[in-house]
């Protein structure tokens, strides 16, 4: 199969939903395929949401576009991703930031992510376990922050690991179904725009949903 051909297929589908030719082009360069078991190779590069075990799934494409476009990343900023998955939007994030810190609750997914990103030669992401405190504290405060996965709301202990003007890419709703919220933190309150509805499997940490 022709990857670097049905990658460019699927960019093309999107027309100009996605402005930003920086993502566009981020997006271009990371070969989701990678990034799947070998079964599902093949499906790397329909627009959705894939199994990759635990329960835990990659996002779909355009989702990915959609909220790293929402960062509004330039080059030099330090993004926190809550959720690393299979690694597939870390590395995104990675084409367009100075430093990702990603954080993620279950092991073999982090391991087998920081293989992947290892062997795609990233050297601007660091990986680490949940902690007990929700996102990474001990590195804040952050540019941006990308959470892949569903909160009840939006924990305003995540809007305190903003540095001003930072902005926060979050689904938040029921385990189910989801808006995509993105809050820009300022010094006198907080910016709130409601992006659309989405589906993302649910935000197990302290502040979030308990795991059943």
């Keep these: 199969m022709d990857f670097e051909a049905a990658r460019a297929r699927l960019i093309g589908m999107w027309g100009t939903e996605i402005k930003d030719e920086r993502v566009l082009a981020a997006m271009a360069r990371v070969p989701r395929e990678r990034f799947l078991p070998p079964e599902d190779q093949s ?118 690991q903003l540095a001003i003007g930072g902005r926060l890419v979050i689904p938040a709703g029921s385990r189910y179904e989801q808006e995509l919220y993105k809050i820009i933190r300022h010094e006198t309150g907080n910016e709130v725009h409601d992006l659309g509805g989405c589906r993302f499997v649910p935000l197990i940490a302290k502040g979030a949903w308990e795991e059943n």
Excluded: C
């Excluded at 494409?61 to 990343?73: D, K, Q, R, S, W």
């Excluded at 939007?89 to 087998?112: C, D, F, I, K």
């Excluded at 376990?129 to 202990?157: C, F, K, N």
């Design 43 to 160: 499906l790397a590069y329909e627009d959705r949401p894939l199994p990759i075990g635990q329960d835990q799934t990659i996002s779909q494409p355009f989702i990915v576009a959609m909220m790293t476009e929402a960062l509004e990343l330039t080059g030099g900023e330090k993004v926190l991703e809550i959720g690393t998955g299979s690694g597939y939007q870390t590395a995104v994030l990675a084409e367009l930031a100075r430093l990702v810190v990603t954080v993620e609750r279950l092991p073999a997914l982090a391991e087998a992510a920081r293989r992947i990103l290892g062997s795609l030669g990233y050297t601007n992401i660091i990986t680490h376990l949940a902690g007990e405190s929700l996102g990474w504290p001990q590195d804040a405060p952050y540019d941006a922050i990308l959470v892949t996965a569903g909160a009840p709301r939006v924990p305003p202990e995540l809007i305190d």
